[in-house]
């Protein structure tokens, strides 16, 4: 008796230890999961548009600097036409697709952000999209007076942003695939 007893006691713990085991290796798959498609689906993208926003800024600046190596807008006087005719170039060939992408991401991939609210720096990401929005189309109906968005760009606060999220989730993809992290 006291045989079958023992036998059942052990058969109950090796299922409770399986079942156990199986939860947690099921729960590891579902965040491993959510980390590739946080990483594949927003902070990936996110990252690599912040990099390219900010080194296609940076040769533009390079290119079209004044003295002290400044954008002409970052210093008197105002912009030559000249100057604004080009900005108006990168800003819709260029600097605008770029944001617009990145606004696009917040909106459609919100649910694969890593804090529980939409972080400020991403809404004033998407009100300066909207902003640039409404300037380009003015552009497009000829009033050239007005050549910034109404809510400047979070630059370097948006490419920590996405920078450090990206580390972050990479670092907890090795961690769930097992893989050791060189310090």
């Known amino acids: ?18 079942y156990l085991n199986g939860l947690r290796l099921s729960q590891r798959q579902e965040r491993l ?3 590739n498609r946080q990483l594949g689906q927003f902070y ?9 926003n900010s080194r ?8 079209h600097a004044r003295p002290g190596g400044e954008s002409p807008f970052a210093q008197e006087p105002p912009p030559t036409p000249d100057e604004l ?22 909106i459609s991939h919100a649910d694969l952000l890593s804090e529980p609210e939409m972080p400020p720096l991403l809404l004033q990401l998407c009100a300066h999209v909207s902003g640039y929005e409404i300037t380009t189309a ?37 961690r769930l695939l097992g893989q050791r992290q060189d310090a």
């Open 1 to 18: 008796m006291i045989a079958v007893v023992v036998t059942i006691g052990l058969a109950f713990v090796g299922y409770v230890v399986t």
């Open 33 to 35: 999961a959510r980390v």
């Open 44 to 52: 990936g993208p996110l990252y690599a548009l912040t990099e390219a």
């Open 56 to 63: 296609t800024f940076s040769a533009f600046v390079e290119r």
């Open 85 to 106: 005719t080009e900005w108006r170039l990168w800003v819709t060939t260029v600097f605008l697709p770029n944001i617009q992408a990145m606004r696009d991401l917040v």
């Open 138 to 174: 003015r552009w497009a109906h000829g009033h050239l007076d007005q050549h910034l968005s109404v809510v400047s760009f979070p630059s370097e606060a948006l490419a920590v942003y996405a920078r450090q999220g990206f580390s972050e989730l990479k670092r907890e993809q090795a």
